[in-house]
């Protein structure tokens, strides 16, 4: 059945959604899809015929602004949670584009801070256009947050929430009824929209499904998609001369956009390797640890073990080639969907350690692909990484890791899952019609 698909995410290149909203264009237009993108910002210089940039810049920047300056007004002039937290309140009407007009499904990914207002979804909900929905993160199926942190008010009414405040107070906040409004507004949106969710993990599908706000809605879960020819297994040594990295120690490798990110777990990994250090003490003479990401040179001093700070890449060759490097990823993360490093190491090979939740215990078969630790357990990463490192068979895990990749994330396999879900969708809307 021939398609006309139209991505729909705020950036073209900042982000894990963004990232993965990217790849899944590609692997749709591999597979013969007729795919497009749609974003606020970052493709002002890209040149890509099937990536479009929202049109007046200035009014889409104005959208930001109000949004956040509300939002910055209910809490309290407080800037600590200004961007965990969105409420749908402006946004960009898209349904006159003629990118919009002409897609048969509008695939939306995510969509906030300003990039699509409540009002905004309703009308694409109403345009007679297919809608599916990936869930990068739990907003979807919340009043406000993206990042449940073990609450559970979603799953009844968000009533409280932890990111506004007065929550620490016994009697109830005075956000509470702003915040009802808002989950009213938002469940009387999604209750009739027909929207396919899909979550990009069975745990947050799991969420997704007891969540009150998504109550009776289609959700599946389809993870997201790799390009297995870039990030693919190469000679280890090559990749560290290229990157002028050691050539004679065990390297452990951590990734993410900004490494002191509380959420990304630097301090479990930082105690981990000091417990390592104590134990172990010719290892400080083995290992190095390899920083990559913003901010990395103020992380770098507080290891045990020699650091080198890499900076933030974006480039995914030189990204698949610092994996090769590396003889293990860690991502001791404290709340993560379907992480795409995880699944960017394991392609090339490496085997990684990450703690048990969210969707990092599908990705990492414990003692087969890595380690999975008990959640937030530094003693447990410490065995984690002691094992990969000196106790695994690193041939065999390399295997495991790149045959799990390519049966389940490969952009092929990604897409064909995506085009039935696509197929189904139209013919639901033609069937309601």
Not at 30 to 38: H, I, Q, R, S, T
Not at 330 to 359: H, K, Q, W, Y
Request: contains cysteine; proline residues 3%; positive net charge.
């Amino acid at each position: 059945m021939a398609m006309k698909v139209l991505i729909v995410n705020t950036s073209y290149a900042d982000g894990g959604a963004a990232m993965a909203a990217r790849r899944l264009k590609d692997a749709l237009t591999a597979y013969g899809v007729e795919a497009k993108m749609l974003v606020r910002d970052g493709a002002a210089d890209v040149a890509d015929a099937t990536v479009k940039t929202l049109p007046f810049r200035w009014l889409a920047l104005w959208h930001f602004l109000w949004e956040r300056l509300v939002l910055f007004v209910c809490l309290h002039f407080r800037y600590d949670n200004l961007f965990a937290v969105d409420a749908g309140i402006s946004g960009n009407d898209i349904t006159r584009l003629k990118v919009f007009r002409q897609a048969d499904i509008i695939h939306l990914h995510w969509v906030n801070q300003g990039m699509l207002s409540f009002g905004d979804l309703r009308k694409i909900f109403r345009s007679g256009k297919a809608v599916v929905w990936t869930m990068h993160d739990a907003w979807p199926s919340t009043a406000l947050c993206h990042l449940t942190l073990g609450c559970r008010q979603f799953t009844t009414e968000c009533q409280q929430c932890k990111y506004l405040p007065g929550f620490e107070t016994a009697t109830r906040p005075k956000h509470s009824k702003w915040l009802a409004r808002v989950w009213r507004r938002k469940r009387q949106l999604l209750q009739h929209s027909g929207v396919t969710f899909v979550a990009c993990s069975r745990w947050l599908e799991g969420e997704a499904k007891a969540s009150a706000m998504l109550r009776g809605q289609h959700i599946v879960s389809i993870p997201n998609p790799i390009d297995t020819r870039i990030f693919c297994p190469g000679d280890r040594q090559e990749a560290r001369r290229q990157e002028g990295l050691p050539l004679d120690r065990r390297l452990v490798l951590f990734v993410c956009q900004k490494v002191t990110n509380p959420y990304k777990g630097m301090d479990y990994l930082i105690e981990a390797c000091r417990q390592l250090s104590d134990a172990h003490s010719a290892m400080a003479g083995e290992v190095s640890v390899v920083l990559l990401g913003s901010h990395a040179d103020e992380v770098a001093r507080e290891l045990p073990f020699p650091a080198i700070a890499l900076g933030y890449v974006d480039d995914e060759q030189r990204m698949a080639r610092i994996y090769r490097a590396a003889d293990v990823f860690v991502l001791p993360s404290l709340s993560e969907n379907l992480p795409n490093t995880i699944m960017e190491a394991m392609a090339c090979g490496v085997p990684c350690l990450g703690f048990r939740v969210g969707g990092i215990p599908e990705e990492i078969d414990h003692r087969r692909t890595g380690y999975v630790a008990v959640y937030r357990d530094a003693a447990d990463l410490a065995r984690g990484l002691r094992w990969i490192l000196y106790e695994a068979d690193r041939q065999q895990m390399a295997q495991e890791c790149r045959r799990k990749v390519m049966l389940y994330y490969s952009q092929t396999a990604v897409a064909i899952r995506y085009t039935e879900i696509y197929q189904r969708a139209l013919a639901q809307k033609h069937f309601n019609l």
